[in-house]
């Protein structure tokens, strides 16, 4: 499966941004995709996650309630609707998809094989 990320750009505090994710390839029932995000000096982190079936999400707390993750079946697409936000979200991001992810990995960057280039966002005060 090939990922590519696409939607970034420079926006002020208390602004919008969407991301989306277009997966090529066969996305099994199973699989799970995901949003991390990379500040300059630090690590990879966890943003968000979405099953393919069901549509069960899974947020880091510093997100929760600004964040929205969401997919398209049919498109083959994962969006991110990012809102309200803040100068610490400015990031790479970087979207990423695996097979059977266990709930308990959900967040780890080790738990997915595909990843997609990433994408500038950044938020200015």
């Known amino acids: 499966v090939q990922l590519q990320a696409f939607g970034g750009g420079l926006v002020q505090a208390g602004g919008s941004l969407r991301l989306s994710c277009a997966a090529s390839g066969d996305t099994a029932s199973n699989y799970v995709m995901a949003w991390f995000r990379q500040a300059p000096g630090k690590e990879r982190e966890f943003v968000a996650a979405?099953?393919?079936?069901?549509?069960?999400?899974y947020y880091t707390d510093s997100v929760k309630g600004r964040f929205t993750i969401s997919r398209e079946n049919a498109k083959k697409t994962m969006y991110l609707q990012m809102n309200n936000l803040e100068p610490g979200d400015t990031a790479v991001y970087y979207c990423a998809g695996q097979r059977g992810v266990i709930v308990s990995s959900i967040s780890r960057r080790g738990a997915y094989n595909n990843w997609g280039q990433g994408t500038q966002v950044t938020v200015s005060s």
């Open positions: 979405i099953r393919w079936s069901g549509g069960h999400t």
